[in-house]
């Protein structure tokens, strides 16, 4: 029991969020350097191997430039054993990244320090502070021209209601970048050469108040240095581990991923501030994966033909208690059967590997039949309990769905039916048809288009996709209700889910009071139950 516990002790299990090109890549990397992964940076995204990417689906990914899909990437580093969640960069998939965050105990955000918090990533910063994980934020790219410090934290507090407390002080940016000043140890951390990133470099520590500072920054950077820590010990929030472990205090740090200034600073940190495996809720109570001896775990993430050549769909679990072991079987609760867990997997960057032993706050890839769904508990616990489910996200947009070559019907159903399993669309029916018309529901609309392009690519079916106008939708919670006679205004539409539920669909958003109002005794909610 003992040898589990020590190594669930050493888990350290967060993801990285970024608004895509901020350096989230780059970031992992350096870790991975640090880490010993790997020799040199460069060779885990260089351009050059970014062909070799996990699926051949990825493509689109290259071509719109996003990142689509997550994955893994498991290492070591000062005794700690680091579990790296890559999430998708665009808030179209906020709820891929809202699942995933389900599976890492805090998160990463990176921001570009020329940008800030950027439009299009707003909403996934947000699901973060959702998640009520902590939050550790590393602004990068100091080696270019940055925003003003103070403005960029102002932004990151008004964007995402989230107090900041810098840990370190970038001191100056682009060219005149020297390095960061450490808050708490008031010495300043000095970068030189890393051969462009490639290699760990020098680091030298000074305190403030040595003579020598200035033969390393000229009087103006140190005087402006000296008022900036000045104005932030007034202004700034104090650093408290409790309000960080809420998520409502996000330590901030800076530095440049692609030279490396500050990155083993902040990683450093970042593994003494967040937190090993936390006891998880479930239908029986909290699960503490320090009292709780045996293996549990359930699916946050479903993904089909990640391997064109194999064609499987592979269940990613988050580990929360005890050990795994390769080929076990457990209790799927959902499925009410014994499993075998079999071709268990970890991700290292695009490569698959096969594993042995996992440990609670791992992730793992397992081989799924068609059996898991997104939420799903397994265990080898007689208590047989289950954790929370995952909330699904009302969709915003909606699409009326053909295929075009008619005969490609089966192929259609199964693929529509497969990626709506994995949780990135959501199908619905007209209320009076049979599956003749489909309609997707969707998140974010790039979702339509890795729809429309996984159709093609993994099932060789052309869609045809017509938009629909309607942006909200209501799940009706009385089922018993007369569908027939309920009456709606003009802009409304009955649809019901795959588990024949009445749902409906509205344009505008006063017209579900409408709804209401003329139909008495109706109940509307916004979330759909898997
Ligand atoms: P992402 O995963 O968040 O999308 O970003 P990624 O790390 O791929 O970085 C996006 C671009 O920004 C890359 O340039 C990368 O080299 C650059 N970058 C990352 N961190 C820093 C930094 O600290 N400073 C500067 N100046 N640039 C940084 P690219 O030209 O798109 O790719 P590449 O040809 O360099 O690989």
């Known amino acids: 029991m003992s040898k589990i516990t020590d190594e669930i002790k050493k888990r350290r299990t967060f993801a990285i969020i970024s608004h895509p090109d901020a350096g989230k890549t780059t970031l992992t990397e350096k870790f991975l350097l640090y880490g010993g992964a790997i020799n040199q940076a ?4 260089g351009k050059a191997t970014a062909k070799h990417a996990v699926s051949d689906w990825m493509e689109i990914e290259k071509e719109r430039g996003i990142s689509v899909t997550s994955s893994v990437l498991q290492f070591n580093y000062g005794g700690y054993c680091i579990n790296i969640l ?7 998939f906020s709820e891929d990244t809202y699942r995933t965050l389900m599976a890492a105990d805090s998160a990463v955000m990176v921001i570009d320090a020329s940008k800030g918090v950027e439009a299009q990533t707003r909403k996934l ?29 102002d932004d990151i507090e008004k964007e995402l209601g989230i107090a900041t407390c810098p840990v370190n002080w970038p001191i100056g940016s682009g060219k005149a970048f020297r390095g960061v ?76 991923a692609l030279t490396n200034f500050g990155v083993e600073t902040f990683l450093q940190h970042f593994l003494k501030m ?12 909290d699960i503490d994966p320090m009292t709780e001896k045996d293996f549990s775990a359930f699916v946050f993430k479903i993904q089909a033909n990640m391997n064109k050549a194999h064609r499987d769909r592979i269940a990613f679990m988050r580990i929360c208690s005890g050990e795994f072991d390769a080929g076990m079987d457990a209790f799927h609760i959902q499925g009410g059967k014994k499993v075998r867990l079999s071709q268990p997997q970890q991700m290292m960057a695009s490569e698959r590997k096969m594993i042995e032993k996992a440990y609670g706050g791992d992730i793992i890839g397992i081989f799924d039949p068609g059996i898991f769904s997104i939420g799903d508990t397994i265990t080898t616990s007689p208590e047989k309990f289950a954790y929370e489910g995952i909330p699904t996200f009302a969709p915003e947009h909606f699409a009326r769905v053909r295929q075009v070559d008619t005969m490609k019907r089966k192929q259609f159903i199964k693929g529509i039916n497969q990626i709506a399993q994995e949780g990135a669309i959501q199908i619905f029916q007209e209320f009076n048809t049979g599956m003749e018309e489909i309609i997707v529901g969707v998140v974010g609309v790039l979702q339509f ?51 024949e539920r009445p749902l409906l669909l509205f344009v505008h958003e006063w017209s579900i009071r409408m709804t209401l109002e003329r139909n008495e005794g109706l109940k509307l909610s916004e979330f759909g139950r898997s």
């Open 449 to 499: 288009d890795v729809l429309k392009y996984r159709l093609k690519n993994e099932y060789g079916v052309d869609i045809i996709l017509e938009t629909l106008p309607y942006e909200h939708i209501r799940w009706i919670e009385n089922e018993e209700i007369d569908m027939d006679r309920l009456t709606g205004t003009s802009d409304m539409k009955k649809i019901k889910d795959l588990k």
């Open 181 to 256: 000043y450490d808050r708490n140890e008031e010495e300043i951390e000095l970068f030189f050469d890393t051969k462009k990133g490639t290699t760990t470099g020098e680091v030298k520590k000074i305190r403030l108040d040595d003579p020598d500072v200035d033969s390393y920054m000229d009087p103006d950077q140190k005087e402006q240095l000296l008022g900036e820590i000045e104005l932030l010990d007034g202004a700034s929030a104090e650093f408290d581990q409790d309000l960080v472990d809420k998520g409502e205090l996000s330590p901030v740090f800076f530095g440049s």
């Open 274 to 285: 967040t937190t090993s495996p936390l006891p998880r809720h479930s239908d029986k109570g």
């Open 125 to 153: 910063f947000k699901v973060c502070v959702m998640r009520h994980i902590p939050i550790f934020t590393f602004i990068n790219k100091m080696d270019r021209e940055a925003m003003d410090t103070f403005e960029l934290l």
């Open 86 to 92: 890559d999430t998708p960069g665009h808030q179209d």
């Open 42 to 45: 460069g060779s885990v995204k």
